[in-house]
């Protein structure tokens, strides 16, 4: 690939060379090697490649909590380092997994600033992110052209049985069901989920947000992932004063909720990375 080369050039390059990872969200049908005018599926079904390098699989209008501007924001944290650390746990905990040339899923990938870290270590990785967000995906899009992105709904993965060897899942939601199917019989599922204090100083300048528990979320994982590992990762940044606004802004939490007290001089990041099989 040539720095000379668009996006869209590239893109068709790589989704053509991967192409077998992928099938149709409406027929389930495989896709053509052909991808020089947009990906078509052996039934017919046709969606683009944009200008700026991603797929776009879904064919109805999506509703969301999250638009460009909070997309901006996790950007702009995600660059002042704010999830180094765990970017760091999970690129170690992948490689510790020894797939050699693996294929991983960013389900819920957002603007994909954590796959595009990960892709920089793991340079023998396939990387898909997957994110209902047009805006989302646009955002990731300008990224990397390194990675396959698509824009497409969790509950109908554009992904073959069995094909994918790592899914990360971001503080996003999981669909156990899609993810067992396109995960291979020894693939894992990495789901990271917020920790009581995840945010503490933002949620203690809301009204009416009280204490975050994950009881709920960490007993549907359990009782469908065979856990490998648990890990809590829980740290302090300092921060500076002109990220408070776009820590305000990366969250839905703040939307429609009056904030009081000065910006913070820190931020706790309090996560739990739970590493596990699904049981087919
Ligand atoms: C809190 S954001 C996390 C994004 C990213 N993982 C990060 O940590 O920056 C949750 C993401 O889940 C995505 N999402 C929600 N429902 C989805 C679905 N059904 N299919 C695909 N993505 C979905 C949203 O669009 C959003 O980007
Ligand atoms: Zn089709």
């Not at 050039?9 to 090697?33: T, V």
């Not at 017919?44 to 797929?55: C, I």
């Not at 890990?231 to 939490?253: A, D, F, G, N």
Request: hydrophobic share 40%.
């Amino acid at each position: 690939m040539t720095k000379t080369m668009k996006k869209k050039e590239l893109a068709q390059l790589l989704f053509g060379k991967h192409i077998e990872l992928f099938r149709c969200p409406l027929c389930h049908e495989g896709f053509l090697p052909d991808t020089s005018t947009g990906i078509r599926c052996q039934e017919g079904h046709h969606f683009d490649l944009a200008r700026n390098g991603y797929l776009n699989l879904v064919t109805t209008k999506q509703n969301s909590d999250y638009d460009r501007e909070l997309f901006q924001a996790r950007r702009e944290i995600f660059e002042a380092g704010v999830y180094d650390p765990l970017v760091t746990k999970l690129s170690t905990l992948i490689s510790d997994l020894d797939f050699g040339d693996l294929t991983i899923l960013d389900a819920g990938c957002g603007e994909g600033s954590l796959l595009f870290r990960l892709e920089k270590v793991l340079t023998q990785a396939t990387c898909v992110g997957i994110d209902i967000s047009k805006e989302g995906i646009r955002l990731a899009g300008a990224h990397s052209a390194l990675i396959m992105w698509c824009v497409a709904d969790l509950a109908r993965l554009p992904l073959q049985d069995n094909s994918v060897d790592v899914i990360v899942n971001m503080l996003s939601p999981a669909n156990y069901e899609e993810f067992r199917r396109i995960l291979q019989p020894q693939g894992h599922l990495i789901k990271v989920v917020p920790g009581p204090y995840y945010l503490q100083e933002l949620r203690e300048r809301l009204d009416d947000v009280g204490d975050y528990s994950n009881e709920a979320v960490m007993a549907n994982l359990e009782e469908n992932l065979e856990i490998t590992s648990r890990k809590r990762l829980h740290y302090q940044v300092s921060l500076p004063i002109e990220l408070w606004s776009q820590v305000v802004k990366m969250t839905p939490l703040t939307e429609h909720r009056v904030i009081s007290g000065n910006p913070a001089q820190q931020l706790t990041i309090d996560l739990e990375i739970v590493c596990g099989v699904l049981a087919k």
